[in-house]
């Protein structure tokens, strides 16, 4: 599927910025990653802590709703099982949801995403990256620094939420920031699930 230019779509050598809201400034001293919803113990972990977390590297196509689609993207970051590991889910959980900043709220911004597509290297909470035209380059802060998901390419890149804070384990889909202002909530670029 690298490189496959879904229907609408057209291709862009440079990277968007797009979001709502605030750029959130990084304070690493009251920076945490919650852990929570169907879980037997809730979890807060500190920036250390998840940077401690094993790294992936991985490329990944990005397809934004508003029609254009980067290749040749590699990333660096923590795969979305790694938190995996650190929690036992009680039984049934399906989906989640991941949060992120929205105008200084912590858990403003959230979308929603099914748990099994979920596990691979093409699943990752992203600091760094590169491409053709450049070489390693830390997150800036408006693509998301300090962390940022960077959903597989057979979704839409609203559902990878910048500024991350956290991940809520659900036993249902739950609408997120864009899904509840009428936006698909499986968001296939390749079927073209742009809308309800
Ligand atoms: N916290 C947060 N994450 C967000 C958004 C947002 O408004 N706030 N916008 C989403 C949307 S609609 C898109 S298209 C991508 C854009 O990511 P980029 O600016 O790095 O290209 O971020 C997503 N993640
Ligand atoms: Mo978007």
């Known amino acids: 599927m690298a490189n496959q230019l879904p229907p609408g779509q057209f291709e862009t050598e440079k990277w968007p910025i797009l ?15 919650k852990l929570f919803g169907e879980v037997e113990k809730e979890l807060s972990l500190t920036y250390d802590e998840v940077m401690r977390l094993p790294k992936t590297i991985s490329s990944i ?9 980067k290749f040749g993207n590699t990333f660096e970051g923590i795969a979305f099982r790694e938190f995996l590991n650190l929690v036992t889910l009680r039984e049934g ?15 403003g911004y959230s979308a929603n995403l099914p748990l099994d597509n979920l596990l691979g290297d093409d699943s990752l909470f992203v600091y760094r990256w590169k491409d053709h035209n450049q070489d390693w380059e830390t997150l800036s802060a408006k693509h998301g620094f300090p962390l940022r998901f960077i959903p597989p390419s057979s979704f839409y890149l609203w559902k990878g939420t910048k500024w991350v804070s956290g991940i809520k384990f659900m036993t249902e889909d739950e609408e997120g920031f864009w899904e509840e202002l009428g936006y698909s909530m499986t968001a ?8 309800k």
């Not at 196509?61 to 689609?69: A, E, I, K, P, R």
């Not at 296939?188 to 699930?193: A, I």
């Open 93 to 107: 959980v399906t989906h989640v949801k991941i949060f992120g900043y929205y105008n200084g709220d912590r858990f």
């Open 19 to 33: 979001h709502k809201g605030d750029v959130y400034s990084f304070n690493k001293d009251n920076w945490h990653f």
């Open 188 to 195: 296939n670029p390749f079927k073209e699930e742009r809308y």
């Open 61 to 69: 196509d990005m397809h934004c709703v508003t029609t254009w689609s």
